[in-house]
């Protein structure tokens, strides 16, 4: 059974908008900081934005003020709310516990959805 399923993810036109939603395994949910990473083509997987238990969030600049992370605490469900799109917010979304869950011994991640933003 997967831990982390992640949907949403689409193409879309620039200045548009998008909203993942991931479910999350009720056992690596509960009190653990939630993060959106993303990984775009040839480049290193990067933290967007992360919110703990009780709703402080923070954000990379590059998405401050378009994205917004939010969570369900009672559907274990984390979203992210992306407006005003850019071409470089292409990229694979993913999310995940933060720091990341070490499943034994390895890292462990979800399929991902893709974000294409065209221009």
């Known amino acids: 059974q997967a831990l982390l399923v992640e949907s949403g993810g689409g193409l879309v036109q620039a200045g548009g908008s998008l909203r993942l939603s991931c479910i999350v395994s009720?056992?690596?949910?509960?009190?653990?900081?939630m993060g959106w990473y993303r990984q775009a083509l040839g480049k290193q997987r990067e933290l967007v934005a992360r919110?703990?238990?009780?709703?402080?969030?923070y954000y990379t600049d590059s998405v401050k003020g378009r994205f917004t992370i939010s969570r369900d605490n009672a559907k274990n469900t984390v979203y992210l709310q992306m407006n005003s799109l850019k071409p470089e917010d292409t990229a694979v979304y993913f999310c995940?516990?933060?720091?990341?869950?070490?499943?034994?011994?390895?890292?462990?991640w979800g399929q991902g959805t893709q974000v294409t933003v065209s221009s």
């Open positions: 009720g056992s690596f949910f509960g009190t653990n900081v």
């Open positions: 919110i703990t238990s009780s709703g402080s969030t």
């Open positions: 995940n516990t933060v720091p990341k869950l070490i499943v034994n011994g390895y890292d462990y």
